[in-house]
Every structure is written in C-alpha cells, then in structure tokens.
C-alpha cells in the first residue's frame, strides 16, 4: 500500500515546491482484515457442524441478514452522529443479526429442551455473538463505552423477552397475524420499561429533571422499540412464507396450537392445528 500525504492547497506554492508529500510505503496483506469475518465464520460452522441445516435451503437465512444490513446503510444518514460511533454501532447490528440468525440455525436443538434452558441457551448465543463482533471488529479501537454496552444487553434481553411473551399470549390461539401483533405490543411495552430504567440508574434525575425528560425518554424508548422489532420482521417473514423455517419456528416454540415439527422436515399435525388459521 502506498500512502501519499496530500499539501493543503492553502500552501500551494506554484512552481517553487511540490503539491504532495514523500510517499510511505505500507505492507498490507489481505489476511490483516480476516479478524472481522469472525460472525461470518460463525455462521458457518453453525450451517456446517447441525446436520439438519445441510439443506441448500438453509442458505434462505442469508435474505433478511443483507435486507437489515441495507436497511441499517439507509438509515445511518437520519442519525446524525460521529462515523466513530456509527462504526460500533453497525457493528452491534452486526451482533445482534447474526445472533438472530444463529438461533434461527439451531431452532430444533434449542426448542427440544426446557423452556428456561431454551432462553439461557439464547441468551448465551445472543451475547456470544456480541464478544466476537467486539473482538473481530477489533471495537476497543473506536471506543466502546460502557453506555453502549448497556444498550446492547437492553436489545439482547429485549429481543429474547418479547418472543418469550409472545409466545406465551400465542400459547392457546396461534396465528401469523396474532403472534406479530403481541411481539409488536411486547417489544414497545419492554423497549419502553427498559429504556425508562436505564435512564433513571444512569442519569439519576431530580423530579423536575424527571418531568422535562420524560418526552425525550419515550421517543427514545419508541425508536428503540422499532429498531428491534425491525430486526425481527425479516426473519419473521423468512419463516412465515417458507416451510424450512417455519418448520423450525413451530419447533422452537412448540405451542399447542402449533404443528409438531421435526429437522426431517415433516409436520405432525397436532389437535390444535386448525386454531392457527385466523
């Protein structure tokens, strides 16, 4: 790599001196940016290693990952803030999308176990996920302040609890339109709590602080709360409109209104089948 220093125009000399500066010569091998393919390594090993994700189909998850990160391209202008922060930002995106994607891949091993061990077992890949999103992107370089960590375990949480409650409201009824719903309500009602609490701990307001902030914590809360539901809705989509990943949904949450699913691809129908038609 050759590094040319530009001489600002404003000491352009003319004929008497040069416009640039002494050229630096930079090694650069292309396995010095490998480090920040670790969430794209992570993938795929969980597409390689899970027999039942060794189905071309399963390259189908790849969809709602390219569709966020394009999203999140457009919506970086309306922010308005440091490209520093942008980039750790992005790159808890990042995290979190291929967290999601992961829990996505190993659907059946997580749904086949107790409720509390599924959740803790997600928990673990969301914030695993995140480590090696810190640690590729090499992020203590741009600064990761603690603030910002504390938002991305709010999202983490956040993420997890809402299909937790979700589901639960869909425990007795399921339907496409019936589960979005109750995650749209439980995703604001939770970015809304935790939002509010994280304010209070941090910033520890006095009452009349408390009263002039309060509009500024709600639309903080609420642009949270479309940020994670956002992240959601791709895969949502993905799982509704194929059979390869609904198969997997109905297998993660394993309501009784649910088909029973099994990674041979094959639905066992179930007494409740016809409760999930709205």
Not at 129 to 149: C, H, P
């Amino acid at each position: 790599m050759r590094i040319v220093p530009a001489i600002s125009s404003s000491y352009d000399i003319g004929s008497l001196g040069i416009k640039e500066g002494t050229a630096t010569i930079y090694p650069w091998k292309w396995y010095y940016s490998a480090p920040a393919l670790g969430l794209w390594i992570v993938l795929a090993l969980a597409i390689l290693l899970v027999r039942a994700n060794r189905d071309p189909r399963v390259l189908l998850i790849f969809i709602p990952i390219f569709l966020i990160r394009l999203l999140w391209l457009l919506f970086l202008p309306i922010l308005g803030v440091p490209s520093s922060v942008l980039v750790v930002f992005g790159m808890l995106v990042d995290a979190l999308v291929a967290g999601i994607a992961v829990l996505w891949l190993l659907a059946y091993k997580l749904g086949n176990r107790n409720r509390s061990v599924s959740f803790l077992l997600a928990l673990i890949v969301l914030v695993a996920a995140t480590i090696v999103a810190i640690v590729s992107y090499q992020a203590w370089l741009s600064g990761v302040d603690f603030e910002i960590l504390v938002v991305q375990a709010l999202g983490i949480v956040t993420m997890l609890l809402v299909f937790v409650l979700a589901g639960w409201c869909c425990r007795k009824r399921y339907g496409p339109w019936r589960f979005m719903l109750w995650l749209a309500l439980w995703t604001m009602v939770i970015s809304l709590v935790g939002m509010s609490t994280f304010f209070l701990i941090s910033v520890r307001p006095s009452g009349r602080e408390l009263i002039q902030q309060i509009p500024e914590v709600l639309v903080a809360g609420l642009i949270f709360a479309i940020c994670i539901y956002m992240l959601n809705l791709p895969f949502m989509i993905l799982a509704f409109v194929t059979p390869f990943f609904r198969e997997r949904f109905y297998a993660y949450f394993h309501l009784k209104s649910m088909p029973m699913s099994s990674p041979s691809g094959t639905e066992k129908p179930h007494s409740g089948d016809l409760e999930q038609k709205e």
